[in-house]
């Protein structure tokens, strides 16, 4: 979880970059103009974003935290793979966000649904036989701890004492 608030970091600005590429090129000049526009666009840049990295084995918050992504045979997920990966990893928010458009529901009760089904979700992994989460087992990937080889820490703490 603490990759997750590290990835929201990182994704702040690539949300920012979007916005103003998408408001400049659509010649948006209030928010609330054209918003389905830039949802699909965000939604399409986020699919570019995670499918390009986990392709490659991580994104940048899994780099920092040596989180690996792998299909079963330990090699790096295909396109395909991290496009599945990708359009099913949205099941952690889609379910309170339809309720919400259903029910009209209130930003305070948004967040506490969307909070509560957060949790659910991640305690359902535990449920699965290697304790993946689910969208990783429907796209035949799932995350592994990299270990930093001995060589590199021994050499972090030859410079740290120099």
Same mark, same amino acid.
Not at 49 to 55: A, D, E, I, K
Not at 77 to 92: D, G, M
């Given at each position: /979880? ?8 990182? *994704? @702040? ?7 103003? #590429? ?6 948006t ?6 918003? +389905?526009? #830039?949802?699909? @666009? &965000? @939604?399409?840049?986020?699919? !570019?974003?995670? %499918? ?6 991580q994104t940048?918050? /899994?780099? %920092?935290?040596?989180? *690996?992504?792998?299909?079963?045979n ?8 991290? #496009? !599945? ?6 099941i ?8 919400? +458009?259903? @029910?009209h ?9 969307? &909070?509560?089904?957060?949790?659910? +979700? ?12 689910? $969208?990783?087992?429907?796209a035949?990937?799932? #995350?592994? $701890?990299?270990t930093?080889?001995?060589? $590199? ?10």
């Amino acid at each position: /979880m603490a990759c997750w608030l590290y990835e929201g970091m990182l *994704l @702040f600005g690539v949300v920012f970059i979007a916005g103003y #590429l998408f408001g400049t090129l659509s010649q948006t000049h209030h928010a609330m103009q054209n918003r +389905w526009g #830039l949802q699909a @666009f &965000i @939604f399409l840049v986020f699919g !570019i974003y995670f %499918t390009w990295f986990w392709h490659k084995g991580q994104t940048l918050a /899994m780099k %920092t935290w040596h989180i *690996l992504i792998t299909q079963a045979n330990g090699e790096v997920p295909t396109q395909k793979q991290a #496009l !599945i990966r990708y359009v099913s990893s949205w099941i952690w928010f889609l379910p309170p966000l339809i309720l919400s +458009w259903f @029910f009209h529901m209130n930003a305070i009760l948004l967040s506490v649904s969307v &909070i509560g089904w957060v949790v659910l +979700w991640a305690l359902l992994s535990r449920l699965h036989p290697t304790q993946q989460f689910w $969208h990783d087992r429907w796209a035949g990937t799932q #995350l592994i $701890h990299q270990t930093i080889p001995k060589s $590199h820490v021994e050499s972090i703490k030859e410079i740290d004492e120099a």
